[in-house]
C-alpha cells in the first residue's frame, strides 16, 4: 500500500507540474485572445503565439538535451564499476575455489580484502543508480510537457493548413506538421523506455495493511519488471553474440596484417603499423564493451532470480486473503 501510495504521489506531483505549465499557457493564450478583441491584425496575435510555442519547444529541448548528457556521463561512469566488479567477483570466486582445497592465511586475507572492495564498488554502483533515477525522472516530466507542446502546436499548424488557399504555403505548413509528428513519436518512445528504467527501481514487497488488491497489484508490477529484465537479456545476448563476431573478425584481421611480410617500400610499412594501431585499438574498445555487456547480463540475470519466484508468492498471500481457510479444512496445509 506504501508503495502505491508513493507512486500515486509521484504521480500526482508531476501531474501538478504539468498541469501547472498548462495553466501558464492557457494563461497567456487566454491573455492574447483578449486582445484579439482590439483592432490589431490577426496574423500579428497568430505570430506571437506560435512564436511562444517556439520558444517553450526550444526551451524544453535544451533542458531534456542537458539532462541526456548527465544520464550518459552516470551510466559510462556505472559501466566502468560493472567491468571491474565483474574482475573482483571473478576473481573473489577464483579464490574461493582455491581455498576449498585448502586453507591459506594469505589467500583468506586477499578474499576478505577483495569482498571489501567489492562492497564499495556495489555501493558506488547504487548511489549512482539513485543519480540515474532522478534524473531519469525528470526528463520523463520534462519530455511529456514536450509532447503535450507538439500536440498543441501540430493541432494548430493543421487548422492553419486547412483554411490556407495558397498551395505552396500550405504544403509548407504540412510538410512542418509532419516534421513535429516525428519528433513527437520519437519523444514518446522514449518516455516508454525511461519509463520502464523507473519501474525497475521499484522495490516491491507485500505491507503489513496491503489489501487484495494491493497485493494483486504488486504481483502485476513484478511481472512486467520481470518482462522487462527479460528483454534486456535478449538484447544483451543479441548484443554479446554482433561484439563477439566483430571482435573475432578484428582478430583475424590484425593476424593477417601481421603475416604479410614486410615490402620493400616504406610507405606501406607505414600504413601498415597505422593500421595495427588502429586494430589492437578497436579489439580493446570491444573487449571493454564486451566485459561489461557481460556484467550487466550477470546483474539482471541475479535481479531476475531474485524477482522470479515473487508473483505466485503474492497470488497465494492474496488468495489467504480473499479466501482464508477454515479451522479444521481438510484442504488447509499442515
Known amino acids: 500500500m506504501k508503495l502505491l501510495f508513493w507512486k500515486r504521489h509521484k504521480y500526482k506531483k508531476r501531474q501538478r507540474n504539468l ?150 504555403q500550405r504544403f509548407q505548413r504540412l510538410e512542418r506538421v509532419l516534421k513535429l509528428q516525428k519528433e513527437k513519436e520519437k519523444y514518446q518512445a522514449q518516455i516508454t523506455e525511461e519509463s520502464n528504467e523507473l519501474l525497475l527501481a521499484l522495490e516491491v514487497d507485500i505491507a503489513t495493511d496491503d489489501g487484495p488488491d494491493d497485493i494483486l497489484q504488486k504481483a502485476a508490477i513484478i511481472e512486467d519488471q520481470l518482462d522487462i529484465i527479460r528483454d534486456k537479456e535478449r538484447k544483451l545476448d543479441r548484443q554479446i553474440k554482433d561484439a563477439q563476431k566483430e571482435l573475432s573478425l578484428r582478430r583475424n584481421m590484425l593476424e593477417l596484417l601481421r603475416d604479410i611480410g614486410r615490402g620493400e617500400e616504406d610507405e606501406f610499412d607505414l600504413d601498415r603499423n597505422i593500421r595495427i594501431a588502429e586494430l589492437q585499438k578497436d579489439i580493446a574498445d570491444i573487449e571493454a564493451s564486451l566485459e561489461t555487456m557481460q556484467a550487466k547480463k550477470e546483474m539482471w540475470q541475479a535481479k531476475e532470480k531474485a524477482l522470479a519466484k515473487k508473483p505466485n508468492q503474492f497470488y497465494q498471500e492474496a488468495s489467504k486473503l480473499i479466501k482464508p481457510p477454515l479451522k479444521g479444512d481438510s484442504s488447509e496445509p499442515k
Open 19 to 168: 498541469c501547472f505549465v498548462c495553466v501558464s499557457l492557457l494563461g497567456i493564450i487566454g491573455w492574447l485572445t483578449i486582445f484579439t478583441s482590439l483592432p490589431a491584425p490577426a496574423q500579428t496575435l497568430t505570430f506571437r503565439l506560435s512564436s511562444l510555442r517556439i520558444e517553450t519547444h526550444s526551451v524544453l529541448q535544451r533542458q531534456i538535451a542537458q539532462l541526456a548528457k548527465q544520464i550518459e556521463t552516470a551510466q559510462t561512469q556505472q559501466d566502468k564499476l560493472f567491468r571491474s566488479n565483474k574482475k573482483l567477483t571473478d576473481k573473489i570466486n577464483a579464490t574461493k575455489g582455491r581455498l576449498q582445497k585448502g586453507g591459506n592465511i594469505l589467500l583468506e586475507l586477499r578474499l576478505q580484502q577483495d569482498l571489501k572492495a567489492s562492497r564499495e564498488i556495489a555501493d558506488q554502483i547504487q548511489t549512482l543508480d539513485k543519480k540515474i533515477y532522478d534524473l531519469t525522472e525528470q526528463s520523463v516530466a520534462l519530455k511529456k510537457q514536450l509532447v503535450h507542446t507538439l500536440s498543441v502546436e501540430i493541432d494548430n499548424l493543421s487548422r492553419e493548413a486547412t483554411n490556407m488557399v495558397d498551395a505552396k
